[in-house]
């Protein structure tokens, strides 16, 4: 069983930065993927990155590629996501999640942990 928990959401202006991090409890940490997704109010919780176990392979969004950086410490059982040049379109709640493949990490059915979500607002 892994536990999840985000931190590090707010309100920041178009343009600027922000970093999300994401705390897992156990010892296994190290075993799991771990993406982040997004999700609007009404709309499907979609894509945003992932990170394979040893940080050594990141995957992007095509939104997103070129302005956030996923990372993880697993001496520190965390994953962040550092969030540049943001967009109003990038206001979302933010989940990060744990799974055990790599394969077809894009897809939110590949991750069998979930974080509660923060919100993330970009003003314009």
């Known amino acids: 069983q892994v536990q999840l928990v985000e931190s590090g959401g707010g309100l920041v202006q178009a343009g600027g930065s922000l970093r999300v991090s994401c705390a897992a409890s156990g010892r296994t940490f190290s075993y799991y993927v771990m993406g982040w997704f997004r999700q609007d109010p009404g709309k499907e919780r979609e894509f945003v990155a992932a990170?394979?176990?040893?940080?050594?392979?990141?995957y992007y969004a095509d939104s997103v590629k070129g302005r956030f950086t996923i990372s993880r410490d697993n001496a520190k059982n965390t994953v962040y996501l550092q969030m540049n040049s943001l967009k109003p379109e990038d206001t979302a709640v933010y989940y990060c999640?744990?799974?055990?493949?790599?394969?077809?990490?894009?897809?939110?059915?590949?991750?069998?942990?979930w974080g509660q979500g923060t919100q993330v607002t970009v003003s314009s």
């Open positions: 999640a744990a799974g055990r493949t790599i394969v077809a990490v894009t897809q939110k059915e590949r991750y069998d942990y």
């Open positions: 990170i394979s176990w040893s940080g050594g392979s990141t």
